[in-house]
């Protein structure tokens, strides 16, 4: 599903005003339309005499809103009309709607100071629900002065409310919540869902999130180059590998993990069996010699390879040579136990500055990576890094908040200095690339966060990779599907319980699920 931001919605709008002569009324007509809808299936019946509260504010978010106070009172509800500005200082078609609203007799309340707010507070004692029309995409930074109070009323209340467009207080683009937010139980918005709504923190107050369609001329919206996507099973659908029926091992790649050090042996082992339970044909671990007997207890299908260590048990530089010869026609997944002993990250910084192979590079990989981002700039192959916030913190010399505070920004901007496809794990996933795409991941739960899911992902999006899949799409899809393997788990056990075993034992039933109707 296509993301817009607050500006290409702005512009698909107003295109569709001057291209197409549809006028803005119209859109706001539908708009306001929409989320009555939406409270009709709340009430799941007729609205005659529900109490309703709709809050406007003074921009188009609060026009909606004088669109579903008119609706609403003519299907007989009890209406009561918030306005929080003075009425001269709407304008344009949301000035038009409160005359008609006026004319109508709905009655309203200005809130305009703090002593205003004492009729709020009775009035959510009675209400059935709150409309949010207080803001929209033309929200910037934080809720200020009488209107967060007010927020923070509602919130108090526990009424159920509906958010117009945008949970009021939310940022349209970044999802960013920089003081009092409304927590929606459902929020309609409008032609396509603005990227806030699906990204951490704003996606938590946004509630069940209806798309609605306002007579945006669908072609209008197709042939936008819009370049964020919402990760969906469809778009995972269709880009999964197509197996033939005369496919033999080879038609499937190889993957190379590349790692492991004595005591981290889990590491490698969950990337190669979660690259074997992912499609890949051939899956080989490649491990300090010390460790391949090991290694060759715990993994079956998947082949292990003695490399050249270190007298404390880790790769060694001299390594390099093993692994290059071994590249050819490969996927390498590259830091999976690997440690952070100089020698073996002096072997990736040395493996980066020449990369043989399209390259996974995660974990303690990652670690190696920090001061020497330019050797990937100049990679004639794929690169998929995939760090979590501290790690991008290190990348980038910031705090963990910083990246958490500004995580689209940052990645987007990371992919494209870096040239490489990134992958910023945490919730709400977000996989960035260097020509600008972005997709959002919807999957995935807090119990996820337990040692070994990252070795499984890196594993899968190198099985993708190895499966001829582009990049981006090996990682977008590999992050989806992760994610669901471990909703998978923790609906069926618990999330505290879920282990990164788990997620590669959900995997068969999840890619079923998207080989159904291939
Ligand atoms: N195609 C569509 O998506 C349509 C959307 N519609 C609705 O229009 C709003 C966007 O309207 P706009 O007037 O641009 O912005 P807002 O209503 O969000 O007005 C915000 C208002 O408040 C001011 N403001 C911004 N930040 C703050 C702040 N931190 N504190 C106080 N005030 C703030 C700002 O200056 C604005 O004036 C969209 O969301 C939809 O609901 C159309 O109705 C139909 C087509
Ligand atoms: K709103």
Same mark, same amino acid.
């Given at each position: 599903?296509?993301?817009?931001?607050?500006?290409?919605?702005?512009?698909?709008?107003?295109?569709?005003?001057?291209?197409?002569?549809?006028?803005?009324?119209?859109?706001?007509?539908?708009?306001? =339309?929409?989320? *009555?809808?939406?409270?009709?299936?709340?009430?799941?019946?007729?609205?005659? $005499?529900?109490?309703?509260?709709?809050?406007?504010?003074?921009?188009?978010?609060?026009?909606?809103?004088?669109?579903?106070?008119?609706?609403?009172?003519?299907?007989?509800?009890?209406?009561?009309?918030?306005?929080?500005?003075?009425?001269?200082?709407?304008?344009g078609d949301a000035a038009l709607n409160w005359k008609i609203a006026r004319k109508m007799n709905i009655?309203?309340?200005?809130?305009?100071?703090?002593? @205003?707010?004492?009729?709020?507070?009775?009035?959510?004692?009675?209400?059935?629900?709150?409309? +949010?029309?207080?803001?929209?995409?033309?929200?910037?930074?934080?809720?200020?002065?009488?209107?967060?109070?007010?927020?923070?009323?509602?919130?108090?209340?526990?009424?159920?409310?509906?958010?117009?467009?945008?949970?009021?207080?939310?940022?349209?683009?970044?999802?960013?919540?920089?003081?009092?937010?409304?927590?929606?139980?459902?929020?309609?918005?409008?032609?396509?869902?603005?990227?806030?709504?699906?990204?951490?923190?704003?996606?938590?107050?946004?509630?069940?999130?209806? *798309?609605?369609?306002?007579?945006?001329? /669908?072609?209008?919206?197709?042939?936008?180059?819009?370049?964020?996507? =919402?990760?969906?099973? +469809?778009?995972?659908? /269709?880009?999964?590998? !197509? $197996?033939?029926?005369?496919?033999?091992?080879?038609?499937?790649?190889?993957?190379? !993990?590349?790692?492991?050090?004595?005591?981290?042996?889990?590491?490698?082992?969950?990337?190669?069996?979660?690259?074997?339970?992912?499609?890949?044909?051939?899956?080989?671990?490649?491990?300090?010699?010390?460790?391949?007997? #090991?290694?060759?207890?715990?993994?079956?299908?998947?082949?292990?390879?003695?490399?050249?260590?270190?007298?404390?048990?880790?790769?060694?530089?001299?390594?390099?040579? #093993?692994?290059?010869?071994?590249?050819?026609?490969? #996927?390498?997944?590259?830091?999976?136990?690997?440690?952070?002993?100089?020698?073996? /990250?002096?072997?990736?910084?040395?493996?980066?500055?020449?990369?043989?192979?399209?390259?996974?590079?995660?974990? @303690?990989?990652?670690?190696?990576?920090?001061?020497?981002? @330019?050797?990937?700039?100049?990679?004639?192959?794929? #690169?998929? &890094?995939?760090?979590?916030?501290?790690?991008?913190? $290190?990348?980038?010399?910031?705090?963990?908040?910083?990246? /958490?505070?500004?995580?689209?920004?940052?990645?987007?901007?990371?992919?494209?200095?870096?040239?490489?496809?990134?992958? &910023?794990?945490?919730?709400?996933? !977000?996989?960035?690339?260097?020509?600008?795409?972005?997709?959002?991941?919807?999957?995935?739960?807090?119990?996820?966060?337990?040692?070994?899911?990252?070795?499984?992902?890196?594993?899968?999006?190198?099985?993708?990779?190895?499966?001829?899949?582009?990049?981006?799409?090996?990682?977008?899809?590999?992050?989806?599907?992760?994610?669901?393997?471990?909703?998978?788990?923790?609906?069926?056990?618990?999330?505290?319980?879920?282990?990164?075993?788990?997620?590669? @034992?959900?995997?068969?039933?999840?890619?079923? $699920?998207?080989?159904?109707?291939?």
């Amino acid at each position: 599903m296509k993301l817009a931001t607050a500006e290409e919605m702005r512009l698909l709008d107003q295109t569709a005003i001057n291209e197409y002569g549809i006028p803005g009324v119209l859109l706001m007509e539908n708009a306001g =339309l929409a989320v *009555v809808h939406a409270i009709k299936d709340y009430f799941s019946g007729p609205l005659a $005499r529900k109490r309703v509260m709709v809050i406007a504010g003074k921009g188009n978010n609060g026009g909606d809103g004088f669109v579903v106070a008119r609706h609403l009172a003519n299907a007989g509800c009890d209406v009561k009309l918030f306005l929080l500005c003075k009425p001269e200082e709407l304008h344009g078609d949301a000035a038009l709607n409160w005359k008609i609203a006026r004319k109508m007799n709905i009655r309203y309340q200005l809130i305009l100071t703090e002593r @205003d707010l004492n009729v709020v507070k009775v009035a959510l004692m009675y209400t059935e629900l709150v409309v +949010d029309g207080i803001f929209g995409t033309g929200f910037q930074g934080a809720a200020q002065g009488t209107i967060a109070k007010l927020i923070e009323l509602v919130n108090e209340a526990g009424k159920p409310v509906i958010s117009i467009d945008l949970p009021s207080g939310m940022e349209a683009d970044t999802g960013r919540v920089n003081g009092a937010c409304i927590k929606a139980r459902c929020t309609v918005t409008f032609g396509l869902p603005k990227i806030g709504l699906v990204l951490e923190p704003g996606a938590s107050f946004v509630g069940k999130m209806l *798309v609605a369609d306002i007579s945006l001329p /669908q072609e209008l919206v197709v042939k936008q180059p819009l370049r964020r996507f =919402l990760l969906d099973q +469809d778009f995972c659908r /269709q880009l999964l590998p !197509v $197996r033939a029926i005369d496919s033999h091992k080879g038609s499937f790649g190889h993957v190379l !993990v590349i790692g492991g050090a004595p005591g981290m042996t889990g590491a490698v082992t969950l990337a190669a069996t979660a690259a074997v339970r992912s499609g890949a044909g051939l899956v080989t671990a490649a491990v300090p010699a010390g460790l391949s007997s #090991v290694m060759a207890m715990k993994l079956t299908e998947a082949m292990s390879l003695s490399l050249p260590e270190t007298g404390s048990g880790t790769l060694s530089l001299s390594a390099l040579g #093993v692994i290059e010869k071994a590249a050819g026609n490969k #996927v390498i997944v590259l830091g999976p136990g690997l440690s952070r002993q100089q020698e073996t /990250q002096d072997l990736v910084r040395s493996f980066l500055a020449n990369i043989p192979c399209p390259v996974v590079l995660d974990a @303690d990989g990652l670690f190696a990576l920090s001061g020497c981002q @330019d050797f990937i700039k100049n990679s004639s192959y794929p #690169v998929v &890094l995939t760090p979590h916030p501290g790690e991008m913190a $290190r990348l980038l010399g910031v705090s963990s908040g910083e990246i /958490q505070a500004n995580r689209r920004e940052i990645v987007e901007k990371a992919a494209r200095e870096w040239q490489a496809v990134l992958v &910023l794990k945490g919730a709400k996933t !977000v996989v960035a690339t260097p020509e600008g795409n972005l997709y959002v991941n919807p999957t995935g739960n807090p119990g996820m966060a337990t040692g070994g899911s990252g070795d499984v992902l890196a594993g899968m999006i190198g099985a993708l990779l190895a499966q001829g899949m582009k990049a981006e799409h090996a990682a977008a899809v590999a992050v989806y599907l992760h994610g669901a393997a471990g909703d998978e788990g923790a609906r069926r056990g618990s999330q505290a319980s879920l282990t990164a075993g788990d997620i590669i @034992d959900y995997l068969p039933l999840i890619f079923q $699920r998207l080989e159904e109707r291939l």
